[in-house]
């Protein structure tokens, strides 16, 4: 995994910057007024952009969606965010996971695992604290909250219906590098 | 009650409206066509100024009382736009990271002002004020320079960021010295009362990166109409305790600015930019309403002296500071000519020495005219001079045959 390079730029807001496996230097500005700059770094000079794209809010949403999809699941580890030890993290449903098409309280995830889902993410609208017996469908993106290791068991949990993590036939594979 | 004052006042208010909205109304004018040549409107509110002033083409009779207090709130909200810019951890990183750039800037900007200042053989006063008139970059423009070119994701920016931030910085003690010294006390009260200012205004300064958390939760509030009277109504109130402390109002609005953090403060931008534009214009003309034509061109070949000598002091500074953050050679170009415009607080500096040397106002008028206008194209066309450097300098290499050429490819 490529290393984020942060910068603060006063006034203007963020730089985030890493280098591709092809070696180009891409990064993106984020301004305080929520646009975002899409920047692709000059091969031949290498402290200037050879490109700048102006994203506004929803062209950034558009993009991330593009990209994401299988980049999503890939890259898990680096999208949660750690607060004091809390562990907040998305965990992307498909048709395969046995917890598709049951409702929350059926995987006995709160009660197996301490985590907590907080938010359910369906067709690009967030339903912000669902109900126990809310149903996940294949492609809800859960918003989970709880521990590393809660999370963990978590997506085993809800993928294979056991907790444990070690029933890995049914498709740890579709996990990708953890 | 008496008919006769009544009407008088009626068409005194007419008038004033007249004028003032006519006025109004040539300043957005210009304002367009300085956005159609990408340029900054600044200069072109300063020459209407000119323009309308008593020995200008087109005298204006409204009083300038009226204007006097629209002009000084236009500083009062320059200052305090400014302060909202940044939050404190911006400032302490900027600080820690750009130290050494911001002494160089500094040493380098101010000096040829103050220096120029005494050739004339003008008061120390005045030429300290021409040094604050040459070391102040514009932070408006440059900002947008950068944003219009295409360069705030270079890796020169952050340098040139951290020097404006600084210079800004630079404003909170250098307004409040300004200050103590425009009363014209004795050296020993003089320096007590300097001691006094800039402790006062370290203490704010810190109270509000500290606790400024503390006084956005105060002005929060989901409505903005709130927002906006609390918000001026305390950068008013702050800055006339300051100007009664001597300290400077412009310093008390640009602490209000500073304290202010979070979506408090992002709210407010919002807010007080269209009345930052409105009072600022107002105050640009007022500056050029200050200046009498006739003395303008006495000083034009001075200011353009003046503009040679500090573009080429601030390439230099932009050069040497980009090259400490290990920037390149055309890095450290765009880094240097970014930096040379001038425009919105050198025209606030030179405003405060009115009183002190008569020259100061139309030499500083001349110059932001020429430094905001050339600022921008210099800046645009770095980037075949950089080329231009780049390739003298691989000639002087190959003939020394050196080692490594300055630029790393890859």
């Known amino acids: 995994m490529a290393k984020i390079r942060e910068t603060k730029l006063p006034g203007v807001g963020v730089r985030h910057e890493f280098k591709t496996e092809a070696g180009d230097h891409i990064g993106t500005i984020t301004h305080r007024s929520g646009q975002r700059d899409l920047l692709i770094f000059d091969r031949k000079d290498p402290d200037a952009c050879a490109t700048v794209l102006r994203l506004q809010e929803e062209d950034s949403r558009m993009l991330t969606e593009l990209l994401g999809g299988s980049q999503v699941e890939q890259n898990q580890d680096t999208v949660r965010q750690t607060v004091g030890g809390v562990v907040l993290d998305w965990l992307p449903i498909t048709g395969t996971w046995s917890c598709a098409n049951c409702s929350i309280q059926d995987t006995g995830l709160l009660e197996r695992t301490g985590v907590t889902i907080v938010a359910v993410m369906r067709d690009g609208n967030l339903i912000p604290a669902p109900e126990p017996q809310f149903p996940l469908q294949p492609d809800d993106m859960a918003v989970v909250v709880g521990t590393a290791d809660g999370i963990a068991q978590a997506r085993a949990l809800l993928r294979t219906g056991d907790s444990s993590g070690n029933s890995a036939s049914s498709g740890a594979a579709s996990s990708g590098g953890r | ?410």
């Open chain 2, 1 to 410: 009650m008496k008919q006769g004052s009544e009407t008088a006042a009626h068409t005194d208010i007419a008038s004033i409206f007249i004028e003032l909205g006519a006025v109004i109304v040539a300043l957005a004018l210009l304002a367009r066509l300085a956005t159609k040549l990408g340029l900054t409107p600044i200069p072109f509110y300063l020459i209407a100024g000119v323009l309308v002033s008593k020995g200008g083409l087109l005298p204006l009779h409204f009083s300038e009382q009226f204007i006097d207090v629209g002009a000084e709130i236009g500083v009062i909200l320059l200052l305090f736009m400014l302060g909202l810019e940044y939050t404190g951890e911006e400032l302490g990183s900027s600080l820690r990271r750009g130290l050494r750039a911001g002494v160089l800037d500094l040493a380098l900007n101010i000096t040829p002002g103050i220096a120029i200042g005494l050739l004339l053989g003008w008061r120390p006063l005045a030429a300290l004020l021409l040094g604050g008139v040459t070391y102040i970059s514009s932070s408006s423009i440059i900002a947008k320079v950068l944003g219009d070119l295409g360069r705030l994701g270079n890796r020169e920016t952050p340098v040139v960021l951290s020097v404006l931030v600084l210079e800004d910085l630079a404003m909170a003690v250098y307004l409040p010295l300004i200050a103590v010294l425009l009363l014209g006390q004795g050296l020993l009260a003089g320096a007590a009362s300097i001691g006094i200012a800039l402790g006062t205004v370290i203490l704010v300064l810190m109270l509000a990166l500290k606790h400024g958390g503390i006084f956005s939760r105060v002005v929060a509030h989901r409505s903005d109409e709130v927002v906006l009277l609390t918000t001026f109504g305390m950068v008013l109130l702050v800055a006339g305790v300051a100007q009664r402390l001597q300290i400077s109002a412009a310093v008390g609005a640009f602490l209000v600015g500073l304290a202010l953090s979070g979506t408090v403060a992002d709210q407010a931008r919002t807010l007080f930019e269209p009345l930052r534009d409105l009072f600022a214009a107002i105050f640009f003309l007022f500056v050029g309403l200050q200046i009498v034509p006739a003395s303008i061109p006495a000083v034009l070949l001075l200011a353009l002296g003046l503009a040679l000598l500090t573009s080429v002091t601030k390439i230099v500074t932009g050069w040497i500071a980009a090259g400490w953050d290990g920037v390149a050679v055309r890095g450290r170009v765009r880094a240097g000519t970014a930096l040379v415009a001038r425009g919105e607080f050198s025209v606030v500096i030179a405003g405060l020495g009115g009183s002190v040397e008569p020259r100061l106002a139309p030499l500083a008028a001349a110059y932001v005219l020429l430094m905001a206008i050339t600022g921008p194209i210099l800046a645009r066309f770095a980037e075949p001079m950089a080329s231009f450097v780049q390739s003298r300098q691989r000639r002087t290499e190959s003939e020394h045959t050196s080692e490594a050429p300055a630029v790393s490819t890859g």
